[in-house]
């Protein structure tokens, strides 16, 4: 298993930019797969973007391709995601994910973080 801890959450303006970041411990967390999922009260938890061991096979969802920007450090062990443009749709608790494929589904992830919260006024 992997330990996953998110910060960077907070409240911004729509317009405006936000870096989160998931450090990751454990076992081998290089090896993994990690995501960003979010989810809004009352919604389901949905993927925004994946980044694969080496950094590839990068995936974003529609509704945040060309605003959001994965990265992975694996010196640091840590995982990145760059929120630019912002906009209220985007309020939601972010979680980060890591697992062994390469899916973008919740059951395809085995460790998951606490979560930080993403708040975006109008």
Partial sequence: Q???????GRLV???GSLR?????????ASAYTLAWFRQAPG???EI??????IGGAIYYSDSVKG???ISRDNAKDTVYLQMNSLKPEDTAVYFCAAGV???TETSDFSSWGQGTQVTVSA
Avoid: D, I, K, Y
Avoid at 2 to 8: D, K, N, T, W
Avoid at 20 to 28: D, V
Avoid at 48 to 53: D, G, I, L, S, T
């Fill in 101 to 103: 494929s390469w899916g």
């Fill in 48 to 53: 925004v973007a994946r980044v694969n061991p």
């Fill in 13 to 15: 303006q729509a317009g």
């Fill in 2 to 8: 992997v330990q996953l801890e998110e910060s960077g």
């Fill in 43 to 45: 919604r389901e938890r």
């Fill in 20 to 28: 989160l970041s998931c450090a990751a411990s454990g076992r081998t």
């Fill in 67 to 69: 605003r959001f920007t």
